[in-house]
């Protein structure tokens, strides 16, 4: 943990005169979510025919050890959770930024079913898992009252990684074939996340900074509930109770947003009276920790296999290869542009309302995509798909922190992200099943949209917890919602 005086402080607090160095955390996201791209669904799926001819292995053949992979991949994530808490999301990126890199040079030299899902699950739990735990963290740590559209910025990144690293793939393969591609992939992860890790820091308490640069006196007039009288389970009222601990002292008057370095201003006093909410504990024994988990997953799971299997969907269909490579642009564009909008509204309506709507939202989505047979339909594709996509990144890094508190976030959402990819685990194989034993895509889209239709009523039926109890070390144990 940084104390308020040390050199690195100096930087933080220079910048924070001018504007909440919260923004600059948004921006150091947004960049660490680009640079997962060789570890996402939408750059394997430029490669799966490549390698599958390669290899000589079937398409379901891949897919299955994609699925495995990123299935075993994802049960390491609460230890990188628990990391993030322990050491701060710097630390972790740290090693995360460097081993990326060498995970994606290695993938080049698969050369055989188990090397392959050896190098899926490598990257996988790097790219896809770490590297979006960690930036998705600390941005949630720098913000409350404006997370939902700090995040949806932060998600930018990813757009611009759906937007550009397939063609730049497809690009590679051309060029230097699809073994040397992975090279250059792993060369431009380093050169994107090792020269970012400078700017990090975990939490603005760690500065003697507030989430959202506010100043003491306005967060310590809402810190004035009691734990005594923790309002029971609730659908209304988000304003009021969506991130709001219970029962803290007031800051110190010193501990204010503007404190100059050299100060006397106590990080680690502030952390303890500031940073409130479950433990993981107490997150697993509530409802609203289950239908978060499984529908973030249900959402994972489409994503991927869509993104995994639109080059094969859209040649199946009779369209170039091509076309499929270039309306992923369209999909981050509309993604860029919604996103924002998308964010603002999660900060203002019931976030239970929002989880629903990109349910619905990912239903047409695969509604649309059963009906591609020409350029026209896959350019309206796309568009609903980037929709979608905006709907997911809007509630994914939102929710644990919104229901459960930032104290314990890591482990928390570390374990929330367990069951969100072993969701994605599964992403391709209900389309390949699908392929193989019918001839077509239509039986694992219909079938995918009547889910996400029944969920989105779970979603819609959420319950909220208002109070956050604090942690059991303070209570001496947990008393959870039910």
Same mark, same amino acid.
């Given at each position: ?10 930087? /933080? ?13 948004? @921006? ?22 490549? +390698? *599958? ?32 808490? %322990? ?7 740290? /090693?995360?930024?460097?081993?990326? @890199? ?20 490598? +990257? ?29 910025? /932060? ?24 073994? !040397? ?36 006196? !306005? ?8 734990? !005594? ?5 609730? %659908? ?7 991130? !709001? ?25 502030? #952390? ?38 639109? +080059? ?10 091509? #076309? ?36 619905? #939202? ?43 508190? %930032? ?41 995918? *949209?009547?889910?996400?239709? /029944? ?28």
């Amino acid at each position: 943990m940084t104390s308020a005086g040390s050199a690195p402080d100096v930087f /933080v607090h220079r910048i924070n005169r001018r504007f909440f160095f919260g923004w600059l955390m948004v @921006g150091a996201g947004a960049l660490i979510l680009f640079a997962s791209g060789p570890g996402q669904s939408h750059t394997f799926g430029v490669f799966l025919t490549y +390698v *599958a001819e390669d290899l000589r292995l079937s398409h379901t053949e891949v897919s299955f050890a994609y699925g495995v992979a990123t299935l075993a991949a994802a049960f390491a994530l609460p230890f990188a959770g628990r990391h993030v808490d %322990r050491r701060g999301a710097r630390r972790v990126l740290a /090693v995360v930024a460097v081993l990326l @890199g060498a995970a994606a040079i290695a993938f080049g030299f698969v050369n055989g079913i188990v090397l392959l899902a050896l190098g899926f699950a490598a +990257v996988r739990y790097l790219g896809q898992g770490c590297l979006f735990l960690g930036a998705s963290n600390i941005v949630a740590q720098w913000f409350e009252r404006r997370r939902g559209f700090a995040l949806s910025l /932060v998600w930018l990144g990813f757009s611009a990684s759906v937007a550009l690293h397939p063609p730049f793939a497809q690009w590679l393969i051309e060029t230097v074939g699809w073994r !040397e591609a992975w090279l250059w992939l792993g060369v431009s992860s380093w050169a994107l996340l090792l020269p970012v890790l400078w700017f990090i820091r975990n939490r603005p308490e760690d500065v003697g900074l507030r989430p959202d640069g506010a100043p003491a006196p !306005e967060r310590a007039a809402k810190r004035v509930q009691s734990p !005594e009288t923790t309002p029971k389970p609730s %659908r209304t009222g988000k304003d009021a109770a969506r991130s !709001e601990p219970p029962a803290v002292a007031a800051p110190p008057p010193e501990d204010r947003n503007d404190v100059e370095p050299g100060e006397s201003s106590s990080p680690a006093r502030t #952390v303890d009276s500031e940073v409130t909410g479950y433990t993981l504990r107490q997150a697993l024994r509530t409802s609203a920790f289950w239908v978060i988990a499984i529908g973030l997953s249900l959402l994972a799971l489409l994503m991927t296999g869509l993104f995994f299997h639109q +080059v094969a969907v859209f040649q199946h269909r009779g369209l170039d290869p091509h #076309v499929a490579t270039n309306v992923f642009a369209i999909t981050a564009i509309v993604s860029v542009i919604s996103a924002p909008v998308l964010g603002q509204i999660m900060d203002r309506t019931p976030s239970r309302l929002v989880f629903a709507g990109a349910q619905v #939202v990912m239903g047409a989505a695969l509604a649309t995509l059963h009906l591609v047979e020409d350029v026209p339909t896959a350019i309206a594709y796309a568009i609903v798909f980037g929709l979608a996509s905006a709907s997911v990144q809007a509630n994914v890094g939102y929710l644990w922190a919104d229901y459960f508190g %930032r104290r314990h976030l890591g482990s928390i959402q570390g374990t929330g992200q367990t069951v969100l990819i072993v969701g994605a685990s599964l992403g391709p194989l209900p389309f390949s099943l699908s392929l193989d034993f019918t001839g077509d895509y239509s039986a694992a889209l219909i079938g995918s *949209a009547v889910l996400t239709a /029944v969920v989105a009523v779970a979603a819609a039926l959420l319950l909220r917890y208002p109070g956050q109890p604090e942690p059991d070390s303070a209570r001496g144990g947990g008393t959870g919602a039910a």
